[in-house]
């Protein structure tokens, strides 16, 4: 085979490695890398969880003096400085490999370009951009954080094919199939985060964990926004506080007497700016990033859809059709997002569809009008809206 067709098939494996670490990793990246010496994998290792040794150390721990001389190939940047593990740098260059395949660079400013030039100084072979399309899908929630303090959003609704999240009233069956609530819990387990508005808390007392038989290793904290704190001190949320961290973001005027009882039982309140459109949704993410949530994946009501789209806060979404229509009566997705919102040069980008069970999901990236991004301007405000969510 070609040189680059070698370089792809090792590169590949150090992908998939790398995507083994979804929900385990941040704050940090997800990373894989693979050691390869006479055109055979003698090292492999991932970022298996936040705190742990990165997936560099891991591969060359794993092919030891075989890694004199050797490739690697690793999903992200080698990083040059220290934090809770030694520069990855130093590892490589201390283990004598020959060659470095990078697929793309790492966003953090202590270590964008630095690293690579590290190891080309020293005498190693750096070839970079390899497969890095999907190195950057894999690192988006890192991505979105190291440049703008925030995590990534993924915006997941189900409706019907005239775009309604609720039945019409009186009427109270799931909107989606049992695949595609079993594919949320999938998404679930790869997410830091689960956030819905009060009014979905109110209406399904849902628990917003992944409970497939074979999922559960890890569960997302959850938070959900409440700006006068009406979240039901014995709802399932709260009951299950102790066990999975659950956040409450609330007003400064929502009752002291209501945030002591719902801390008392391990809820954790927050207190945030609020306007006349809800609370600050900006703030609010900007808390969950710093505390090390960095992919939130949003399961609230319409309202909620549509505070995070007009905030551009939304980075993905994930949209399940199911294949029918509930009529006027039922409830719009985005609260009826006025049409300005396309207008003011959003689109979406990377569609692709997969069969679920009978629904269409939909998933692609939003694509935010220039500027946006930067510290966005307009601040987002949210109601409390409702979906169904368990």
């Known amino acids: 085979m070609a040189a680059i067709e070698v370089d792809a098939v090792f590169m590949e494996q150090a992908l998939e490695l790398a995507a083994r670490g979804r929900g385990f990793t941040s704050p940090n990246p997800v990373v894989g890398a693979v050691v390869v010496k006479d055109g055979a994998v003698v ?50 260059i201390a283990a004598g ?40 899908d894999l690192i988006a929630p890192y991505r979105k954080f190291r440049r703008e303090g925030l995590p990534r959003v993924v915006l997941k609704l189900a409706m019907s094919l005239d775009g309604r999240i609720a039945r019409p009233p009186g009427e109270s069956r799931w909107v989606s199939s049992e695949a595609s609530r079993e594919l949320v819990h999938s998404m679930r387990s790869e997410a830091d985060c689960v956030m819905v508005g009060i009014g979905t808390v109110l ?3 849902p628990l917003l964990t992944d409970r497939r038989p074979d999922g559960g290793a890890r569960q997302p904290s959850r938070l959900v926004l409440d700006g006068a704190l009406r979240t039901p001190v014995d709802s399932a949320l709260v009951a299950g506080a102790t066990e999975v961290p659950t956040v409450v973001a609330c007003g400064g005027s929502a009752p ?58 939304v980075d993905r979404v ?73």
């Open 203 to 205: 209406a399904d007392d």
């Open 97 to 136: 490999v020959a060659r470095v395949v990078a697929a793309t660079r790492d966003p953090n400013p202590a270590v964008d370009g630095k690293g690579l030039g590290i190891l080309r100084e020293a005498g190693v072979d750096v070839d970079e951009g390899l497969f890095k399309d999907r190195a950057d």
């Open 318 to 390: 994930a949209f399940f059709f199911a294949p029918e229509r509930f009529g006027p009566q039922g409830v719009p997705a985005f609260a009826d997002l006025p049409d300005a919102w396309w207008e003011r040069g959003r689109r979406l980008e990377g569609i692709r569809f997969r069969d679920v069970g009978g629904d269409r999901l939909l998933m692609a990236n939003v694509v935010r009008p220039t500027g946006a991004a930067a510290g966005h301007a307009a601040r987002g405000h949210a109601a409390d809206g409702s979906a169904p969510a368990r």
């Open 43 to 92: 090292g492999a290792g991932y970022h298996e969880r936040f705190g742990a040794s990165h997936a560099e150390p891991n591969a060359l721990r794993e092919a030891g003096p075989l890694a004199r001389g050797a490739t690697i190939y690793v999903t992200l940047e080698p990083c040059c400085v220290w934090g809770n593990t030694p520069p990855c740098t130093e590892a490589i």
């Open 256 to 313: 002291r007497s209501k945030e002591d009882a719902l801390a008392a039982r391990g809820v954790e309140v927050w207190r945030v700016a609020e306007g006349d459109g809800g609370l600050d949704l900006t703030e609010v993410l900007a808390r969950t990033a710093a505390a090390g949530s960095i992919d939130v994946l949003s399961e609230g009501g319409a309202r909620v859809a549509r505070s995070l789209l007009e905030a551009d806060l």
